[in-house]
């Protein structure tokens, strides 16, 4: 599902800017 890839996706960055957020 094209939807559900692009669910993956976001959550995904998000959890990457997340991260990077709480690293600095």
Request: proline share 0%; no cysteine; glycine share 0%.
């Amino acid at each position: 599902m094209i939807l559900r890839s692009f669910l993956v996706e976001t959550v995904t960055e998000s959890s990457n800017n997340l991260w990077s957020f709480v690293s600095i």
